[in-house]
């Protein structure tokens, strides 16, 4: 069998054919033919991945040795298929792994936007004035890496990652914070569908009170399933609507015969059926 030939072996052929071997000198000539061949893959799939990185992307780098390990692994088997099906198979891998990285990179280029935003000390005070306004009491500061990224955290005696650490509430006011409120215009009209779905009740009614303290000429309307937000306290009755299952809007001013006073509980008589006509 010659050099060229062992190397097309599989590594069950290759342990099998030294296993066999009998003579001394020939099975070391074919364990360093089959430790060469180990070496060679080993190389081979350095190059790759590097090449891979350098002409794709960092950021991409993952779906490079995916794509290799299903090539290394698939190449020698036998599924009773086609090649050209197999081959298929590793594209339509290829291009999905392609798409949900495509979709990663392109939020961390949004975190990396906003990060950069954040070096402006102005505007770190504005999401720490803004978190504790919410009623999250926080001091907060921002890092540049090493390897040149930046990292938000939390600065109490020492720093701690803020979103390894952060509960999903918060993060999710940031995130807010990060794709409305940062934003240097002033918005006519904001729409917010379940605004509140990670917040604490009373969190919620501070997002309330600060955008209409920071969008006071702005027509907003948000939509919740939170029944405390039902409250003269931050609206009138003729501000807050009960979205039918038809899909009809009607203030609660029109969705009672009572004449709604401030005294009123809106919550108590939403619960209570006063308004179920309308639901």
Known sequence: MTFYQELQLSSTGSKQLIKNTTDKKEKRRHILIYNFKVYLVMVFCVAVVSLYSKFIGNDNSVVGVTVLLAVLVLRQADFGIRTTHGLASIAGIYAILMAGNSTMSYNKRGNESFYESLENKERLQDL???????????????QKLPDGTRELYFAHNKLISFF????????????LYRRLIARA?????IYLDEFDAFYHYEMADQVIR?????YPKCQMIMTSHNTNLMTNRLMRPDCLFILSREGNLTA???ATQRELREGHN?????ISGEFEKYE
Do not use: H, P
């Open 266 to 270: 809106l919550e108590k008589m939403y």
């Open 210 to 214: 600060f955008f209409k303290r920071r």
């Open 252 to 254: 609660l001013c029109n």
């Open 128 to 142: 720490e004035d803004f978190l504790n306004a919410m009623g999250i009491e926080c001091k907060l500061d921002l």
């Open 185 to 189: 215009w002033d918005a006519s009209f």
């Open 164 to 175: 390894e650490n952060a509960s999903s509430g918060t993060l999710a006011l940031v995130n």
